[in-house]
C-alpha cells in the first residue's frame, strides 16, 4: 500500500499528523526521527517522507539527528517545524532561537508558488508554535511563503536554480524537499488538511488506499498466512490463543479470527480478575458465543487477584502483581488446555499501545505506563519466536470501532467505553479490596446506566467512577459519618492520546451524584475531575 512515512522527533502532534493523513485515506506510519533508513523499512511502498516537529532544538547537544540517507532515497519530504530547522541544519543553513517567538495564530504572506500550498489564500491563519527560527536557508532554498514577522514559513529547495542544483548534487537529493514552519496537523491551522492532501497528491502521487475494507482483506490474508506457516512447521493445524479482556480491542480481534480461521483451533481466554465491570462476565461469554465461537475458557480467578494485591498501594507494583498473574495463569491454561508450546498467541494491541510503551517512537519516547503485554518477557520471546499475530496494531481506536462494525459486531459492543487490563485496580486508588470493588462496581453501574438513560454516553469518550483512598465527614439524618471520596471522569478524545473533559450540564452531574450517594451507603461525597490530557492521564493510576 502506498505509505507516507514520519519520522517522528517526540513532537506531542507527531501521532495527529499519521491521523489527519489517514482521515483522508492516505496511509501514514510513524518511525523513531532518528533511526536508519534500513530501521525505518524504507522500500517501493514509501511514497513520502514527513519529518515532524520536536521539543528539542536542533542545535541542543542531545537533539534528535536524522540518517542523512533520508536524503539520499529519491522520496519527497516535508519538514515540519523541527523538521524544517533539521533540513536547514543538515543541509549547512543555520536555526537560532529568536526574540519574536511564535505561537498560536500567525497569518501567512505568499512569496512564491509552491504546488505544498496549492489553492491556499493568501493571509491564511496559520498555526505556530516555535521559539527557533530559521537564521540562513541553506544553499538553493526559496521562501514560498513568510509570516508577519519576515520568517520563513515555507521554504523549498528550487532546483531549477544553480544553487539549487548544487546542494541537491552535494547531498545526493533527486526528489522534491521542503519545509513549513507551522503546524498543519492542528485543527486550529486554516486549510491544515489541504495541505498535507497536496503534500500526499500533488507531490508524492500517493493513491488514498486507506480504509477499513482494504485493510480487512490485509488482515485476512496475514492471519491465514501466519497460521499456514506455523502448521507447515510444526505438521499440525496450528492453535490460537487470544486473551480477551471484555474491551472493544479484543472483542474485535475475536471477531476478526473468528472469520479468518477455524473456529475449533482458536482458544478464547478470559481471566475473570474480580476487578471487572458490573456483569461483564456473563457479557463477555453471550457476546463470543453468538460470534460462533466453540472454546472459551472463562478462568475465575478472584481469589488469587484480590489475594496477591492485599497490602498493596503502589500503582506500579499493583501493574506489575496484575500483569504477572495475568501471564502465570496464561501459562496455567496453556498446559491444562494441552496448547503445548506451539501455539500463536494473538493480542488487541492497538498503534497507541505501542507508541505509549515507548515501542513505537524509539529512544525519545517515555514509557508512559506500563500497558499492557507489549513489554512482558512471554510476548517478547514469543515475538522473537513469530508465534504473536497483533493484527490490529496498525490501527487507532476509531478505526478499531470501523473495523468491528464492518465485522458485524452490534454497536453495544463497539462503542463500548474502553476499560482498561488491570481493571478496577486502577481505579481503587491505594488497596485494592473485595468490598472496594464492590462499591465502585455498584457507583460505575449507576453512573454509565444514568449515561445511557440521558443519552450521553456515545457524547462521551470514556466515563468511570474512582474511588479515592480518603474518607470525608457527611450528615445523613441526623448522624455524622465518614464516607468514601468517588470521582467521576468523563472525557472527550479520539484515541485516548489526548483528552478533554467532557462539560456537563450541571444539572446532570448534580443528579447523578445525588443518585450515588443516595443508594450507596459507603460514599459520602462526589467530586467530577476537571483535568484534561495531557497533563493528566485519564485513568488516576
Ligand atoms: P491513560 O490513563 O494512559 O489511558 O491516559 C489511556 C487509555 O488507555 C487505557 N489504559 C489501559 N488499557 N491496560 C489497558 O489495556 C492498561 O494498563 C491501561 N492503562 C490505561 C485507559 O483506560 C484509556 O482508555
Known amino acids: 500500500m502506498d505509505t507516507l512515512l514520519i519520522f517522528d522527533f517526540g513532537s506531542q502532534t507527531s501521532q495527529l499528523i499519521a491521523r489527519r493523513l489517514r482521515d483522508q485515506g492516505y496511509f501514514a506510519r510513524i518511525v523513531a526521527g532518528d533511526c536508519t533508513c534500513q530501521e525505518a523499512g524504507i522500500d517501493g511502498s514509501i511514497k513520502g517522507i514527513i519529518l515532524s516537529g520536536s521539543p528539542f532544538s536542533v542545535y541542543e547537544k542531545d537533539a534528535p539527528k536524522l540518517d542523512q540517507d533520508v536524503f539520499k532515497q529519491g522520496i519527497p519530504i516535508l519538514g515540519i517545524c523541527y523538521g524544517l530547522q533539521r533540513i536547514t541544519q543538515d543541509l549547512g543553513g543555520s536555526v537560532e532561537p529568536r526574540h519574536t517567538r511564535e505561537y498560536g495564530r500567525a497569518s501567512l504572506q505568499k512569496k512564491n508558488e509552491h504546488l505544498l500550498l496549492k489553492d491556499i489564500r493568501d493571509g491564511f491563519q496559520s498555526w505556530m508554535s516555535h521559539g527557533d527560527s530559521i537564521q540562513k536557508l541553506p544553499h538553493g532554498f526559496e521562501v514560498a511563503w513568510e509570516s508577519e514577522h519576515g520568517i520563513p514559513a515555507m521554504a523549498f529547495l528550487d532546483t531549477k536554480t544553480i544553487a539549487g542544483q548544487e546542494t541537491a548534487k552535494k547531498f545526493g537529493i533527486s526528489a522534491p524537499l521542503m519545509g513549513i514552519q507551522f503546524h498543519p496537523e492542528v485543527s486550529h491551522c486554516e486549510s491544515g488538511q489541504s495541505i498535507l492532501h497536496n503534500f500526499a497528491e ?91 465461537a466453540k472454546h472459551v475458557h472463562i478462568v475465575h480467578a478472584e481469589n488469587d487477584f484480590l489475594g496477591q494485591l492485599a497490602g498493596k498501594s503502589d500503582p506500579e507494583e499493583k501493574r506489575q502483581i496484575i500483569g504477572d498473574l495475568f501471564i502465570t495463569i496464561q501459562n496455567r491454561e496453556i498446559v491444562r488446555l494441552g496448547l503445548g508450546s506451539a501455539y500463536l498467541l494473538a493480542q488487541g494491541t492497538l498503534y497507541t499501545d505501542l507508541i505509549e510503551s515507548g515501542k513505537g517512537v524509539g529512544k525519545h519516547a517515555a514509557v508512559i505506563k506500563s500497558h499492557h503485554n507489549v513489554r512482558s518477557p512471554l510476548v517478547e520471546s514469543l515475538r522473537n519466536e513469530g508465534r504473536i499475530i497483533e493484527p490490529l496494531a496498525k490501527l487507532y481506536k476509531d478505526e478499531v470501532r470501523a473495523l468491528g462494525k464492518a465485522l458485524g459486531l452490534s454497536p453495544k459492543i463497539v462503542w463500548r467505553h474502553p476499560f482498561p487490563g488491570p481493571g478496577l485496580a486502577v481505579r481503587i486508588l491505594g488497596e485494592v479490596d473485595r468490598e472496594k470493588c464492590a462499591i465502585l462496581r455498584a457507583a460505575d453501574k449507576i453512573f454509565i446506566d444514568e449515561l445511557h438513560k440521558r443519552e450521553l454516553y456515545h457524547s462521551i469518550w470514556q466515563a468511570f467512577c474512582v474511588l479515592l483512598p480518603v474518607r470525608s465527614v457527611g450528615v445523613a439524618g441526623d448522624m455524622r459519618g465518614y464516607g468514601y471520596v468517588l470521582a467521576l471522569r468523563a472525557i472527550v478524545s479520539s484515541d485516548g492520546m489526548t483528552a478533554d473533559v467532557y462539560p456537563f450540564e450541571m444539572k446532570d452531574i448534580l443528579e447523578i451524584s445525588g443518585l450515588i450517594t443516595n443508594q450507596i451507603k459507603a460514599i459520602g461525597r462526589v467530586v467530577y475531575d476537571i483535568s484534561s490530557k495531557p497533563p493528566a492521564t485519564i485513568e488516576w493510576e
Open 202 to 292: 500533488q507531490i508524492c502521487s500517493m493513491k488514498r488506499e486507506w480504509d477499513v475494507s482494504y485493510y480487512l482483506e490485509e488482515a485476512k490474508q496475514v492471519i491465514a498466512e501466519t497460521i499456514l506457516a506455523r502448521s507447515e512447521l510444526q505438521g499440525t493445524g496450528a492453535e490460537v490463543l487470544l486473551l480477551i479482556s471484555g474491551g472493544v480491542d479484543s472483542t474485535v480481534l475475536g471477531a476478526l479470527l473468528l472469520k479468518t480461521m477455524d473456529p475449533d483451533k482458536l482458544h478464547l481466554l478470559y481471566v475473570d480478575t474480580g476487578m471487572m465491570r458490573n456483569a461483564e462476565t456473563d457479557e463477555v461469554k453471550e457476546t463470543l458465543k453468538s460470534l460462533g
